[in-house]
């Protein structure tokens, strides 16, 4: 059965510097893919970064980062130098082949930037 | 390129009625998914729909119902509301519903409350 788990409920990063947020997940099909959304108040999902299963390296889009780790079913999101922009809810989102666009959601982790 | 949209963006409803919420996708996406956002469930997949089909469905009673247009544009609707109906419901976009791993963008949301 397909799931994610977001293990952090809160996280606390400081201006400027980078934070790991995780995501594991568990699925028997070959062909997978992973997405991090990032959720603002206001409610509405911005898709940060795609990884495909079979990508064999790490998605980056501008200070986004993912930590593809295949054997360990983790799908980690780095952000780097963090802004107070950052702050906001992120989830790791999970869709299979075989279930069309359907995606599973994780927990979700509260990001939280001080300055 | 115009994002996805969704309309309303509130509603206010009583126990048993019904509501209908509009989602247009991108431009020249065929795929929309829908999605029910609560504190306590998450983010809960509904049912998606490509080329005027639904392709998946989630795990919700059959209050819970859509419809997709030749324009790609959709409608869900949910009949004889109960208090638990109170959610954010998302939809997203894509470009493909078979198995190809496109992106999905998601529109602002409508916030439903029912009283």
């Known amino acids: 059965a397909q799931k994610i788990t977001q293990t952090q409920p809160g996280m606390f990063v400081q201006e400027k510097e980078a934070v790991t947020l995780d995501c594991t997940y568990d699925t028997s099909d070959q062909s997978y893919g992973l997405f991090w959304y990032k959720q603002p108040s206001s409610g509405e999902m911005i898709f940060l970064i795609y990884q495909g299963s079979y990508d064999e390296q790490n998605a980056t889009e501008g200070r986004y980062s993912l930590n593809f780790q295949k054997a360990r079913k983790s799908a980690n999101l780095v952000i780097s130098a963090s802004q107070l922009g950052d702050s906001a809810m992120y989830f790791c989102a999970m869709r299979e082949t075989e279930y069309g666009n359907k995606l599973v959601f994780g927990a979700g982790t509260i990001l939280r930037v001080k300055s | 390129k115009a994002g996805v949209t969704q309309t309303p963006r509130y509603l206010i409803k009583t126990r048993g009625q019904q509501v209908t919420l509009s989602c247009s996708p991108i431009?020249?996406?065929?795929?929309v998914s829908w999605y029910q956002q609560t504190p306590g469930q998450g983010l809960q997949f509904l049912f998606e729909y490509f080329s005027e089909t639904q392709r998946n469905k989630g795990n919700f009673p059959g209050r819970f119902s859509g419809r997709q247009f030749s324009n790609s544009r959709s409608e869900m609707n949910v009949s004889t509301l109960e208090l638990g109906d109170s959610a954010l419901y998302l939809c997203?976009?894509?470009?493909?519903?078979?198995?190809?791993?496109?992106?999905?963008?998601f529109g602002p949301g409508t916030r439903l409350t029912v009283t």
């Open positions: 431009s020249g996406h065929r795929s």
């Open positions: 997203a976009s894509s470009l493909s519903g078979g198995t190809s791993l496109s992106e999905q963008y």
